[in-house]
């Protein structure tokens, strides 16, 4: 990808690319050991400490691997990226911190800080992550498009809205309240039997339900783009 990038930007943007891989890799090895805050009382803890770190390596590794392919595959230039990622790198660093206080307000009694990273720190963090993750395939849409081949193109289009997605929804969490259910944010009527469902987590229902059509949509689009996409020789 011809980009016309300077020396300095070039050194910068292999900087953070190192920087980015080391951040992500120690994130997940300190996200583990932020287990042995969580005091295990009962077969139960196990599975939800196990279960709540699986989702956490599941995104985290997910979103790696997703930028990483930004940085030799098809490189993505400018100073946007640079920003970007400094900023994605704070955000990924602190994340074993937040899993720290998330699990240590889970016993003894909930602080007030376990609770606030429980209820919307952690998945605060989380969003911004995934919304960053996406900008980055929108700066390569921007920059690759006739440049690689139709469905690597595709692939990343849907990838980015993925990660668009994950980070709705984490941020959707991270706002509704915590004291009420899906029928008492919602200003139209829904079933009871989704209607009852807490809010934090019912806004991820609500946003499987919009998405679906959203993505319909993207498709017919990414079809119609195709017929008139100038494939690289």
Known sequence: MESGESLHHASERRAIHIITDAVFGLAIGLAAFSLTEYEINAIEDVYFAIGFFFLTFFFISLFWMWVRRFFEDFPVHGGAVIGILYILCFLVAILPFIMRLFFSGMFGGATEVGVI?????????????????????????????????????????????????????????????????????????????????????????????????IYIVIELGLRRMERSYDYPE
């Open 117 to 213: 990273a429980q209820t919307w720190l952690y998945p605060l963090d989380m969003g911004i992550i995934s919304t960053l993750v996406g900008g980055l395939h929108v700066l390569f849409l921007k920059q690759g498009r006739n440049t690689v081949p139709w469905s690597e193109y595709k692939h990343i289009a849907t990838d980015g809205f993925s990660a668009f997605i994950f980070g709705t929804g984490f941020l959707l969490f991270a706002v509704a309240p915590i004291d009420q259910t899906l029928g008492d944010i919602l200003w139209f009527y829904v079933p009871n039997a989704i209607a009852d469902i807490p809010a934090k987590f019912g806004v991820w229902l609500l946003l499987i339900i919009i998405a679906i059509p």
